[in-house]
């Protein structure tokens, strides 16, 4: 089987990469994980690619005038890695239009919480300053807004009434951990269709 390349970018601890990379290493998900790419020299995910023998890279965006300047670097890497996919893992950072137009319906992203509910930073404060009696993850494709983009899978986990940020983002990040190298699957295996706002499976 012809295995895709992928290329993940982090700016934190980095516990989906390590997901991600456990998949790989266990041969249940085919793909090549070809860089992982974090804003952040001191983000612990970098260590985490080094050990699995990643090759992992900090590309500082200070370093560049604009945005468009160091998406434009990024692209460039993406280019001549034959890079399909990009995973956001952790990557605080919105990418922009000029991105997206260079690679449209490849870029994916995980997010805390049931979408559209609770975009956005800390949505598991959010989820437990609501109220509500369930919350989860989302993995979904990036558009130009924040967290809105087609969604590819949902898990939804209980929210119980001593819950804090803490206790409720351990119990989605189990979550996280399983329906992210799920997605990324479907992926590699082209089995995700996107159609306006759905994103059909094709088995
Ligand atoms: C996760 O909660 C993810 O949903 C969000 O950022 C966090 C990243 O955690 N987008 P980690 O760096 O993968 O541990």
Avoid at 43 to 60: H, T
Avoid at 163 to 186: F, N, V
Wanted: with cysteine.
């Amino acid at each position: 089987m012809i295995k895709i390349n992928i290329s993940v970018f982090i700016s934190g601890r980095g516990t989906n990469l390590q997901s991600i990379i456990d998949a790989v290493q266990s041969g249940k998900l085919p793909v090549t994980i070809k860089a992982v790419i974090s804003d952040n020299e001191e983000a612990y995910g970098l260590k985490r690619a080094q050990k699995a023998g990643v090759e992992s890279i900090f590309i500082d965006p200070d370093d560049f005038s604009t945005t468009q300047k160091y998406e434009q670097k990024l692209l460039e890497f993406m280019e001549e890695n034959k890079i399909k996919l990009v995973v956001l893992a952790g990557f605080m950072r919105l990418i922009s239009p000029y991105f997206l137009n260079n690679f449209r319906g490849k870029v994916m992203n995980i997010h805390p919480s049931l979408l559209p509910s609770f975009r956005g930073l800390h949505a598991q404060k959010q989820a437990i300053d609501y109220g509500v009696k369930v919350s989860g993850c989302t993995v979904h494709f990036v558009d130009e807004g924040m967290d809105t983009g087609p969604i590819i899978l949902q898990k939804a986990v209980p929210v119980y009434d001593d819950d804090d940020e803490d206790s409720l983002a351990e119990r989605i990040l189990t979550e996280e951990h399983k329906i992210y190298p799920q997605a990324i699957k479907l992926f590699a295996q082209d089995k995700l269709k996107i159609k306006g706002r759905k994103v059909i499976r094709e088995d």
